[in-house]
C-alpha cells in the first residue's frame, strides 16, 4: 500500500511558477515504481501531464506541457515534483500524482495510488 500526499498549489499569474510535491508513504519501498502526475479541470476528464520511473532515469511528458513542465523524484526523500513554468491559464486544474502503474503511464486506469489533489489556479 502507498500513501501519497499533494502540496505546492496556489494561484499563480500567467507566465509565473509553481512546484508540486508528493509526498509517498506506506510499506512499498518508493524508488520500487513509477510515478505521474494527472489533472483535472471542472467539467473536463482527467488528463496526463507527466510520468518518471523508478530511478528517475526516464521521463515522459504530456505535449501541451512539454518544454514548461519537469516531473522530478529523491527517492531519498520520497518525493516526487512537478516544476510549472510560464504558466498558462489552461493550466488551471485539480493537480493529482499517482502511483505503481501496470501499463501505459499515460493512462490513469492503470495507477493504483492517487493522492487527494492539490488546486492550481492561473490567472489571466
Known amino acids: 500500500q502507498v500513501q501519497l500526499v499533494e502540496s505546492g498549489g496556489g494561484l499563480v499569474q500567467a507566465g509565473g511558477s509553481l512546484r508540486l510535491s508528493c509526498a509517498a508513504s506506506g510499506r512499498r519501498t518508493f524508488s520500487t515504481y513509477a510515478m505521474g502526475w494527472f489533472r483535472q479541470a471542472p467539467g473536463k476528464e482527467r488528463e496526463f501531464v507527466a510520468a518518471i520511473s523508478e530511478s528517475g532515469g526516464s521521463t515522459y511528458s504530456a505535449g501541451s506541457v512539454k518544454g514548461r513542465f519537469t516531473i522530478s523524484r529523491d527517492n531519498a526523500k520520497n518525493t516526487v515534483a512537478l516544476q510549472m513554468n510560464s504558466l498558462k491559464p489552461e493550466d488551471t486544474a485539480v493537480y493529482y500524482c499517482?502511483?505503481?502503474?501496470?501499463?501505459?503511464?499515460?493512462?490513469?486506469?492503470?495507477?493504483?495510488?492517487w493522492g487527494q489533489g492539490t488546486q492550481v489556479t492561473v490567472s489571466a
Open positions: 499517482a502511483a505503481d502503474p501496470s501499463g501505459s503511464w499515460s493512462d490513469s486506469s492503470n495507477y493504483e495510488y
